[in-house]
């Protein structure tokens, strides 16, 4: 079965620094990849998606992801964040030989800090 | 409505107590998914509609969780004789198609079970 993992549950910065939150999922043939974040009591939000094409795609409060195929990976960067960017970080996938569910990570908390 | 609407957004139930779950989603979008979001986890897929139709009821967790979509647009989660291990937030989202590229996530209904 699909599974979505993702290494860190907390990552403290300091604003204007860099982060990577990181992201595997188990291999599959055709995969869709998704980041959704989630403010502090909102819900969640798509954030950034890869379906196909370049590896690397864009959000527009300047995050990206880059799908590595190779290494089952989509870690999402920032190369400086900001006191706004502290949320909940989901990456999920959608694989095309199971139905179609979204299969979550347990999520990062970005905590970012004066 | 701009968006996914959920309701109750707190709901408080003593075990055994059968519960019922609203989710409105956004006018016109063909998919709706339920999703079940314990403390520190991250969503896990629960079932999936297309209009009235129930195509994935695979994460329901036992034979107590039944949704239904009548119409096609309004859906409710029903959770008979609930237990302790029910208490989560449950997720309603909806996306246009279905393709499911683009979910939008409700806030969610809070769900304790005393």
């Known amino acids: 079965a699909q599974s979505v993992t993702q290494l860190d549950s907390q990552v403290p910065v300091f604003e204007e620094a860099p982060v990577e939150l990181r992201c595997n999922y188990s291999?599959?043939?055709?995969?869709?990849l998704f980041w959704y974040v989630q403010y502090p009591n909102q819900g969640l939000q798509l954030l950034l998606k890869?379906?196909?094409?370049?590896?690397l795609v864009e959000s527009i409060n300047g995050f990206e992801a880059e799908f590595n195929k190779s290494q089952t990976s989509f870690h999402l960067r920032k190369p400086s964040v900001h006191i706004s960017d502290t949320a909940e970080y989901f990456c999920a996938v959608i694989s095309n030989t199971g139905g179609f569910k979204t299969i979550f990570g347990a999520g990062t908390r970005l905590f970012v800090k004066a | 409505g701009a968006g996914v609407s959920q309701s109750p957004r707190y709901k408080v139930a003593k075990r055994g107590q059968d519960v019922a779950l609203r989710c409105d989603p956004i006018s016109g979008h063909v998919s709706l998914f339920w999703y079940q979001q314990a403390l520190g986890q991250g969503p896990e897929f629960l079932t999936y509609?297309?209009?009235?139709?129930?195509?994935?009821k695979s994460g329901l967790p036992s034979d107590r969780f039944f949704a239904e979509r009548p119409e096609g647009s309004v859906s409710t989660l029903k959770i008979q004789r609930t237990q302790q291990e029910d208490s989560a937030v449950y997720l309603c989202?909806?996306?246009?198609?279905?393709?499911?590229?683009?979910?939008?996530f409700g806030p969610g209904t809070r769900l304790l079970v005393l």
């Open positions: 989202a909806s996306s246009l198609d279905r393709r499911q590229e683009t979910q939008y």
């Open positions: 890869y379906l196909s094409g370049s590896t």
């Open positions: 291999s599959s043939v055709s995969v869709y």
């Open positions: 509609f297309q209009n009235e139709a129930q195509l994935d």
